[in-house]
């Protein structure tokens, strides 16, 4: 009888090993077939595109909206995007700070906004700093 407990233990950890190789292999093989399934998909989107960029209204797109190219006779806008919030933050104070000149009524001048042109002097400056 223990001759044949070694043999069956001595089988099973052979053709368990094999076993266990085999499902490494096949779950390999399946995540290499994806891979390659996705390689496909995405090949056949780039052959796409360079049949686009072999049209001149297709450069023209890319060239407008990436490089921002104009036509000759064209106007090219800037479009500044405002902050989403709107209220500006202010730091909490300490009372050592100095206060607003108040006019005779007691009341604070209103607080003067920076025009278009000063907009966008800022948003340049904005780049640099």
Known sequence: MGAAAVGAVTLIVI????FLQLYRLE???????????DLEVQNAQLREEIKLLHTPQYIEKLAREQLGLV???EIALLLIQSPTDPSPRRPVSNGTERRPAQDGAGRQPPPTRPGWAGRVWNALRSLFD
């Open 15 to 18: 053709f368990g090993s094999t």
């Open 27 to 37: 779950r390999e093989a399946a995540r290499l077939e994806q891979l390659q399934r």
């Open 71 to 73: 036509k000759p006779g």
